[in-house]
């Protein structure tokens, strides 16, 4: 066991260091929302690929920095930015999900025409995933994609599409092989947005706020070079970026966060509101051995992937636990507040502008995003565990 | 960056599990448990043959000085012990007998001291315990009682705390001490004898007084605090192991019972929560190591959270076996008891929560 870094980490840590105290304030103010690209946001990124703390590990013929991938490189600089909550540059799911996609199964020409873009943060991208029909079985989905001459034709209906509005492209999953089995008949397509036949409508979620929306494809035609990879290979390339995805929600640097903010609402409770700590302290303290639990898990699996070692089931199993943990935090904060809890924005008197209960509501959709918990727990014990899938109930049955 | 455990470790660790497999394997600690009465002399922890084999695996010694026969290693080399015990179910109060009445006596004992327990304690000759209660000190001698002490039956000398702070004072009391007088407890978990100590001017030989006692005795609970804690992760994650096998067999409405989400969703929940449980056992140990500044506070919080996940894991993989579990038959029960056992002793998880609020 050995929690340090050593000498030449350190190192690097004071350049990231170095760089933050003579940069930080050239940078943007930090969002949760990903939004269409101001120049602000684009000279950052440009700032941050030159000195090498952002598309780290992207070849610099497609725009990134081309240094070696190193996780521990990749956490100081994560750690640091966040000390000094400085923006580590755009995001999206361009950047966290297509990119290394493209990297892997694009050709050589999308490779030079869409990564340099998108790295860039000039060019935003959405993710054409799931469908209303379509949700924790997402291999089913039905949305078409025809050979027209040099052309797909895509037909259908997509939901829960984060920044559709903003982005210029989207990837997309469509079944372009209908007489092949669910998972071999779907094909990677990457779609224009500005191409007629395409309508965006918001959707609303509980929170009151649009962070997504449905996406509707009626005769949408994007030329036959724009399939990345083979016919039928889209499930195997899309099921790539989902594990990524999966691995982010969860986290336990955002779960510190939170119980550090949830600490301080329950302190400055007054009696009135709830007691605050002394109340509290004990299901504050239950949260914090859960948290400090995934903590150290986390560090446990990043050693084995140094290592190259495969974490096995115990890797499986931070969104799970990650997502519900953070919901834990803000329903204590809640009850922390007593009646003031219930405010929510613009209210008078709500605390934070009722951030918690937004929060609380934002985080449940997270333990439902992303493949549902009772989907994580389906992949726990049946990949993780080798416990027997669930036969298939026949119609009548 | 290298959190785990090292390749020694895993080496002790797969080599004690294969030893208990072949020696000390539950079906021979069940032998004795259903064959004894509830008396010591069933107990493995009396039996001295096994003790003697546990010291040849060189596991009793852990942490205590090489100087004194034992292996010079850490706490988290204990945990990797102890992890082991309460999967095999080994019959030894191991946070007691191999943890803090041993580093008690090697941090204030005096040399003559050490030298006369300490190599008995790692060749399994002789058995230790720890004690702490309100005792009288008249001449040399005590007269008290001390409760919910490890194996009163069959511990050749007693180590004893009294008082708090500065007033901390703690001695060693042999077994066959004049006016000592032990009593056994029927506890639930049958795998650990537990019972109370009663003195009357019992003679008792002082551990150095110091200033630093209070502090040596809340760090040695420290420790056993996070052996008891490995020891229910052990104890849960063989119980779940067991609890899957027997869904991938047992079959109702003619498939196996594994095949249904209800029980693949318990095992799941289950095994989430073990897995970070692990993690933090492991940290915890470590900070105890290398005397890390939230040391303390992460004990208490590991005490807490592993009673917690514990309870909830065993009961979770008892109720895969249907009324299968509920029989004496069926080892749940056991790691049941264990984990029961386990999770009271040394601050149940709301006293260790308030614990770590004010640390």
């Not at chain 1, 991938?69 to 950047?95: C, H, K, N, Y």
């Not at chain 2, 946070?95 to 060749?123: D, N, T």
């Not at chain 2, 609890?243 to 594994?258: D, H, K, P, S």
Request: with cysteine; proline share 3%; hydrophobic share 40%.
């Amino acid at each position: 066991m050995d929690l340090s870094y050593g000498p030449r980490y350190e190192d690097f840590r004071a350049e990231v260091k170095s760089f933050l105290a003579d940069n930080a304030d050239r940078a943007p103010r930090m969002t949760m929302r990903v939004v269409e690209h101001s120049q602000e946001v684009v000279d950052w990124q440009k700032t941050l690929i030159e000195a090498g703390y952002a598309a780290r590990t992207i070849p610099r013929e497609y725009g990134g920095y081309g240094a070696e991938p190193d996780l521990l490189e990749t956490m100081i600089i994560a750690e640091e930015f966040s000390a000094a909550r400085v923006s580590q540059g755009a995001a999206g799911q361009g950047i966290s999900m297509l990119v290394p996609t493209l990297l892997e199964y694009g050709s050589e020409e999308q490779k030079r025409r869409y990564v340099p873009p998108t790295v860039n943060a000039e060019l935003l991208w959405c993710q054409g995933y799931s469908e209303p029909g379509s949700g924790s079985d997402l291999a089913s989905l039905s949305t078409r994609a025809e050979l027209d001459g040099d052309q797909w034709v895509i037909n259908g209906h997509k939901i829960w599409t984060s920044t559709a509005v903003e982005a210029g492209m989207m990837f997309i999953l469509v079944r372009t092989e209908p007489e092949a089995s669910k998972h071999r008949g779907i094909s990677y397509l990457l779609v224009d947005m500005d191409t007629p036949g395409i309508e965006i409508r918001p959707l609303r979620m509980m929170t009151g706020s649009s962070d997504f929306n449905e996406v509707f494809l009626e005769d949408v035609r994007v030329p036959r070079e724009n399939l990345v990879g083979e016919r039928g290979q889209g499930w195997q390339i899309g099921k790539t970026t989902l594990v990524h995805e999966r691995n982010f929600l969860g986290s336990s640097a955002l779960t510190e966060g939170m119980l550090a903010a949830c600490r301080k609402t329950l302190a400055a409770a007054t009696d009135e509101q709830g007691g605050g700590n002394l109340v509290h302290g004990d299901r504050l303290m239950q949260l914090e051995g859960r948290a400090l639990a995934m903590k150290y898990h986390g560090l446990r699996m990043l050693t084995d992937r140094l290592k190259g070692r495969n974490p096995g089931a115990a890797g499986l199993i931070t969104k799970l636990n990650g997502c519900q943990l953070n919901n834990d935090i803000c329903s204590l904060a809640i009850d922390g507040l007593a009646d003031y809890g219930i405010l929510y924005r613009g209210s008078p008197h709500a605390v934070d502008d009722g951030a918690w209960q937004k929060q609380y509501m934002f985080q449940l959709g997270m333990i439902i995003g992303g493949g549902t918990a009772q989907i994580q727990k389906n992949i726990i014990s049946e990949r993780g565990l080798g416990m027997p899938r669930e036969p298939r109930a026949t119609a009548g049955s | 960056m290298d959190f785990g455990l090292s390749p020694e470790q895993e080496l002790l660790r797969d080599s004690l599990r294969g030893w208990l497999a072949d020696e000390l394997s539950i079906e021979r600690v069940r032998e004795t448990l259903d064959n004894g009465d509830a008396g010591a002399a069933s107990r493995t922890a009396g039996d001295a043959s096994a003790m003697q084999g546990l010291a040849g695996q060189g596991v009793l010694g852990v942490m205590l000085p090489e100087e004194h026969g034992g292996a010079g290693l850490g706490l988290l080399d204990a945990v990797v012990v102890a992890t082991e015990m309460g999967r095999a179910l080994t019959t030894v109060s191991y946070h007691s007998a191999c943890v803090s009445a041993p580093l008690l006596l090697a941090g204030a004992g005096s040399a003559e001291q050490k030298s006369s327990w300490l190599p008995g304690v790692s060749s399994g000759k002789l058995l230790l315990s720890f004690a702490v209660g309100e005792l009288e000190e008249r001449d040399g001698a005590l007269t008290g009682e001390l409760r919910f002490v490890p194996d009163t039956a069959t511990a050749d000398a007693f180590v004893v705390v009294s008082g708090n702070g500065s007033e901390a004072r703690a001695w060693l009391v042999e077994r066959n001490a004049a006016g000592l007088q032990a009593r056994d407890y029927h506890n639930i978990d049958i795998t650990r004898q537990l019972g109370e100590l009663q003195l009357s001017d019992t003679p008792a030989e002082a551990l150095a007084e110091s200033d630093e006692l209070a502090g040596l005795v809340a760090r040695v609970s420290d420790a056993a605090r996070v052996v008891l804690a490995a020891d229910s992760f052990g104890a849960c994650e063989r119980a779940l192991e067991e609890a899957i096998e027997y869904a991938g067999v047992r079959e109702q409405f003619g498939r196996v019972v594994a095949s249904f989400q209800a029980v693949k969703h318990m095992c799941a929940e289950t095994f989430a929560e073990l897995e970070p449980l692990r993690s933090l056992g492991w940290y915890a140990a470590f900070a105890w190591d290398e005397q890390r500044d939230d040391a303390a506070r992460t004990v208490a919080l590991l005490k807490a959270h592993s009673a917690e996940v514990s309870t909830r894991s065993v009961m979770t993989t008892t109720q895969v076996y249907g009324g299968m579990g509920f029989t004496w038959e069926c080892n749940q029960q056991l790691w049941f008891k264990r984990v029961g056992y386990n999770r009271q002793a040394l601050g149940g998880p709301v006293a260790e929560r308030a614990r770590a609020l004010s640390l």
